[in-house]
């Protein structure tokens, strides 16, 4: 069984920054995918970043410059820095794992940005 915990979510005004951790329990093995989705109230779920074990990242256009995702192996944790912040970026921030063909998800994260 693979649990996510997410964490680091809360209100924060516009230009600031937040940092989230997700941290991965259970079955993980070496080779896989983590990453960062969100979905703003009344839209769908995208994408925000993802990471490969070996480091390669991908993030969405619209975060690009802002947000910086990196992960500790060691520790099965995935970590999405988020600068600048918009208010655009205000949504409920789920992390993600892609194991063996298989997604888990976290319960989420919410993240405010308002003054």
């Known amino acids: 069984q693979v649990q996510l915990v997410e964490s680091g979510g809360g209100l924060v005004q516009p230009g600031g920054s937040l940092r989230l951790s997700c941290a991965a329990s259970?079955?993980?093995?070496?080779?896989?995918?983590m990453g960062w989705y969100r979905q703003a109230p009344g839209k769908q779920r995208d994408l925000v970043a993802v990471?490969?074990?070996?480091?390669?990242?991908y993030y969405a256009d619209s975060v690009k410059g802002r947000f910086t995702i990196s992960r500790d192996n060691a520790k099965n944790t995935v970590y999405l820095q988020m600068n600048n912040l918009k208010a655009e970026d205000t949504a409920v921030y789920y992390c993600?794992?892609?194991?063996?063909?298989?997604?888990?998800w976290g319960k989420g994260t919410l993240v405010t940005v308002s003054s």
């Open positions: 993600n794992l892609k194991l063996s063909n298989k997604d888990y």
């Open positions: 259970g079955s993980i093995f070496s080779i896989n995918v």
């Open positions: 990471i490969t074990t070996g480091g390669s990242t």
